[in-house]
């Protein structure tokens, strides 16, 4: 059973620039979930994406966006870098709700520092 | 506005000792809570949850109790191992609460340190 994996590991960009990561879901898994954790806090939900689709959003303004393909893996964009998005994406699956979906798998994470 | 939290940031326990890490949490809709635990450089792996209906749930030596009406939980560890020692994470989610979609709400961690 393959895991949830994630790229890349670590990036550093410059405030203004914009960023994209990917994430491919454990196998058997298709919904997938993105989580922001900065330094010192717990994750932060930002989306989850199911059928392909944007189904549920956490507080995070529009510049933070996503995709999912039809193999279930997904990417997080963000535009118009800020310092204060520095911090670990991590990228998270799951079966739908309802289907003893109520677990999610974490990857390692990717690590964005902004300068 | 943190509606999990966990209070503590740092536990340390001798081997062979009970570990108990608490989480607080405001918002009682929530009908579902995890633990997860995350070494460094890893992501967040699951440990054990605990449904809305239970009070107590039972894996091996991990055992998580739920108090509904203190909006409470914690998680109990016996015998602590060295490689217990983690970052240790809880979350708790609501099919009401939030926009739609398998939100979960995490505290802050705490740190367990298990010294052999």
């Known amino acids: 059973e393959t895991g949830v994996t994630q790229s890349p590991t670590h990036l550093i960009k410059t405030r203004g620039q914009q960023v994209t990561l990917r994430c491919s879901s454990q196998?058997?898994?298709?919904?997938v979930s993105w989580y922001q954790q900065a330094l010192g806090q717990g994750p932060q939900f930002i989306f989850q994406?199911?059928?392909?689709?944007e189904n549920g959003r956490g507080n995070f303004p529009p510049r933070f966006s996503g995709l999912q393909f039809p193999n279930y893996s997904s990417e997080l964009n963000v535009n118009a870098l800020e310092l204060d998005d520095s911090a670990l994406y991590l990228c998270?699956?799951?079966?739908?709700w309802g289907s003893g979906a109520n677990v999610l798998t974490f990857g390692a994470g990717s690590r964005l520092t902004v300068l | 506005d943190q509606q999990v939290k966990q209070n503590s940031p740092s536990l340390s326990v001798q081997e062979g000792r009970i570990s108990i890490l608490n989480c607080d949490y405001t918002?009682?809709?929530?009908?579902?809570f995890l633990w997860y635990k995350k070494y460094p450089a890893e992501g967040p792996t699951f440990l054990i949850s605990i449904s809305s209906i239970k009070d107590k749930n039972e894996d091996g030596r991990f055992t998580v109790f739920l108090n509904k009406s203190a909006k409470h939980l914690s998680l109990h560890i016996v015998p602590s191992q060295p490689g217990d020692s983690a970052v240790y994470f809880c979350a708790a989610s609501g099919r009401s609460v939030g926009n739609t979609g398998n939100q979960f709400y995490f505290g802050t961690g705490t740190s367990l340190t298990v010294i052999p």
């Open positions: 918002n009682s809709m929530f009908d579902y």
């Open positions: 998270a699956s799951s079966a739908a």
């Open positions: 196998s058997g898994h298709n919904t």
């Open positions: 994406y199911y059928r392909e689709e």
